[in-house]
């Protein structure tokens, strides 16, 4: 959570990458170190909230138009 507010209020990227870092490294069967191991991978991608969410809804359409199809 520290590292959450970091990123998120306080507008300190490093440091929050830092802690999520530290978090997922000690504690890799924590049920949030998947969470952590995502915020910190999209702090260093450094795409956008908005660059993240155009590529998640690009990649359900993607997947709703997969299913729509039929697999002979």
């Not at 990123?7 to 929050?16: M, P, S, V």
């Not at 924590?30 to 991978?41: G, K, V």
């Not at 998640?56 to 359409?61: A, L, M, S, V």
């Amino acid at each position: 959570m520290n590292a959450f507010v970091l990123e998120t209020r306080l507008n300190q990227k490093e440091k929050a990458k830092e802690l999520y870092k530290s978090f997922f490294e000690k504690y890799p069967d924590h049920r949030l170190a998947p969470a952590a191991h995502a915020s910190y991978e999209q702090l260093n991608s450094g795409m956008t909230d908005e660059e993240l969410v155009k590529m998640f809804e690009e990649k359900q359409d993607s997947i709703a138009a997969s299913a729509g199809k039929k697999v002979n």
